[in-house]
């Protein structure tokens, strides 16, 4: 398992400004994860959660976080394929699109 990578600079920028907001930012995503699943599902569902919502950064940042968390690029692109349904293709398309920007990122092949 690898460190949670650090946010970026504009969210740090933005903590900084408003710490009462961060503070209880952290306190609604401990009181989510009170329960019985492990983190990888945890993470699975926050994934899924940000690409229902269609929330390019909550994608970029939930495949960072599940990246340091060990989960396989397949995983990765089921939970994609699993909203194809409700998002329909173009949507979807662009959810596996926000994906793979995080993972080219840290190929390195940006």
Known sequence: MQPI????????????????????WQMIGKAGE???M???TVRLVKLGIAIGA??????HSSVRKAMALGI???ELDQVVALAAGTLGLPSTVAV????????VK????D
């Open 72 to 74: 396989s690029e397949g």
């Open 54 to 59: 269609m929330r390019e950064g909550a994608v």
């Open 34 to 36: 009170n329960g019985p």
């Open 38 to 40: 492990d983190a990888k």
């Open 5 to 24: 990578p650090q946010p970026p600079d504009i969210h740090t920028q933005f903590i900084a400004r408003y710490p009462e907001l961060s503070q209880a």
């Open 106 to 109: 840290a190929a390195g092949l």
């Open 96 to 103: 596996y699109s926000w994906v793979r920007d995080v993972l």
